[in-house]
């Protein structure tokens, strides 16, 4: 069965990213390389999305025109950076690979047809 995993990034993950030198970055970068070549024969497509500043918004309320806004799709304090699609067996097996993912803080995984 096909899984989508989004890795969601909160408000203080992207200060501490900030905060952090160029060998912590690295040691990250270096871990979520490991994840990937972990869990690669898996994986059919991953990207990472531009920062949710690039996002433009269309927001489809059935009456009139639809409103487009420049940002994110939510007022909020998470925001998905990235995902990747992997031919798993079942939850739990997406839940085992979501609990190993080392970068953002919160992963969210839905079924996709």
Known sequence: ??????FIETEQYRKDWEAKDQS?????????GRWFAEH???ITHSTQLQPAHAATTLRLSGAGEPVMTDG??????????????????????????ARSWPACPVVEIRPAS
């Open 1 to 6: 069965m096909k899984y989508v995993l989004m």
């Open 24 to 32: 912590e970055r690295d040691a990250a970068f270096e871990a979520v």
């Open 40 to 42: 690669g024969q898996k």
């Open 72 to 97: 994110p799709f939510v007022e909020g304090k998470e925001v998905v950076s990235g995902y990747v699609e992997a031919e798993l067996a079942d939850l739990d097996e997406a839940l085992r690979m």
